[in-house]
Nanobody
Framework: QVQLVESGGGLVQAGGSLRLSCAAS????????MGWFRQAPGKEREFVAA????????YYVDSVKGRFIVSRDNAKNTVFLQMNSLKPEDTAVYYC??????????????????WGQGTQVTVSS
């Protein structure tokens, strides 16, 4: 059974940093795309970043480019989202997700097969 477990959320002041982790288990992810999404109160869930497990190719939404870095550790089966220069508008629940049949578009929520439980990130002004 596939499991994705996020950790690392919390409360931080604007301009600060947080590092989210997503531990993946239950199958081989070598061909997967691992995505990070977020959902703020009253808003739809949106794409933030993704990494192709095999090649390390990364993708970002424009609003986080230059501030967030997505990466993976193959040995630990873990994906990371390093978030720097955080802004109040980054406040949301952040979700890790796995697309086990990549090639259909990394930003499309419905392409992802498995989701973590989410971790809250709150950025105070």
């Amino acid at each position: 059974q596939v499991q994705l477990v996020e950790s690392g959320g919390g409360l931080v002041q604007a301009g600060g940093s947080l590092r989210l982790s997503c531990a993946a288990s239950g199958r081989t992810f070598s061909r997967a795309v691992m995505g990070w999404f977020r959902q703020a109160p009253g808003k739809e869930r949106e794409f933030v970043a993704a990494v192709r497990w095999s090649s390390g190719t990364t993708y970002y939404v424009d609003s986080v480019k230059g501030r967030f870095i997505v990466s993976r550790d193959n040995a630990k089966n873990t994906v990371f989202l390093q978030m720097n220069s955080l802004k109040p508008e980054d406040t949301a629940v952040y979700y890790c997700a796995a697309d086990l049949s990549p090639g259909r578009g990394v930003v499309i929520i419905t392409n992802y097969d498995y989701w973590g439980q989410g971790t809250q990130v709150t950025v105070s002004s």
